[in-house]
């Protein structure tokens, strides 16, 4: 992937580092669940509800050698079957998003079954995501994907978990890279605090924060890109809550 130059740190007026698609690569593609995509509801990255919360049915669990720890929650791909009689012939890709984790299932032979086992690059996709671009039927299919920009609406949002001396944030509609690499949180009487990377698109801080405006410094995983995002969350924030934020990444 490439990428421009830099941006004025939380300028969401000022051009800002735009990721570009990487170059197209093989790998083998399966699907979970069904026609609903209810069982692609949740996930390892913790996004919850998929339709509420902007990614709706276009998404995919990926191979531990892509999910990287969690790092790659968000990030985007395009998928187009080849080289299989169950290819839609006329379908140039269909655009996903990583939003879960295809376990390994060392029960299984790398190539017989145990799609998802290291070091293979495999997309365990929504039923309607892969029937986007082949025929149910077929059950595993060769594909070329890329990594490719998310283009995303808004800024990012922030759902709070924890307590009155940990708070627990998954950040969502991330756009650019869709990926996060660090993150600190601002209290309106303290300094920027870093949290640490919990899980999946999660980070923490233990920290006293009640009763305070909160701001939040993030920096993307694959741009380097740090932009900041103020005032998100009111004085009177709780958990359970999603906070959104008027700036993104591109």
């Not at 671009?133 to 060769?142: C, L, R, T, Y």
């Not at 920290?207 to 993030?218: D, E, P, V």
């Not at 999603?242 to 591109?250: A, G, W």
Request: aromatic fraction near 14%.
């Amino acid at each position: 992937m490439t990428l421009t130059a830099l941006a004025i740190i939380g300028k969401p007026s000022v051009a800002a580092v735009v990721y570009r698609p990487s170059r197209w690569a093989l790998a083998h593609a399966t699907f979970y669940g069904d026609e609903t995509a209810s069982e692609t509801m949740g996930g390892a990255c913790g996004y919850g509800n998929l339709f509420s919360n902007g990614y709706g049915i276009d998404t995919a669990a990926l191979s531990t050698t892509l999910f990287n720890n969690g790092f790659a929650c968000g990030t985007c791909y395009q998928i187009k079957c080849v080289k299989s009689p169950w290819c839609y012939s006329g379908v140039q890709f269909t655009t996903v998003t990583a939003t879960n984790l295809c376990p390994p299932n060392w029960a299984k032979d790398t190539n017989n079954g145990g799609w998802c086992n290291p070091p293979r690059v495999h997309f365990d996709m929504s039923k309607p995501a892969f029937m986007k671009i082949a025929q149910w039927k077929a059950g595993i299919v060769p594909i070329m994907y890329r990594r490719v920009p998310c283009i995303r609406r808004g800024g990012l949002r922030f759902y709070f978990q924890g307590n009155g001396y940990w708070l627990l944030v998954y950040v969502m509609n991330v756009g650019g890279g869709g990926d996060i690499a660090k993150m600190w949180v601002k209290g309106s009487k303290t300094g920027w605090i870093s949290m640490s990377h919990n899980w999946g698109a999660s980070y923490q801080a233990f920290a006293t924060l009640t009763g305070q405006s909160l701001s939040f410094k993030i920096t993307s995983y694959t741009s380097k890109e740090t932009i900041i995002c103020w005032n998100v969350a009111p004085a009177n924030w709780n958990v359970g809550l999603t906070y959104k934020s008027n700036v993104n990444f591109h």
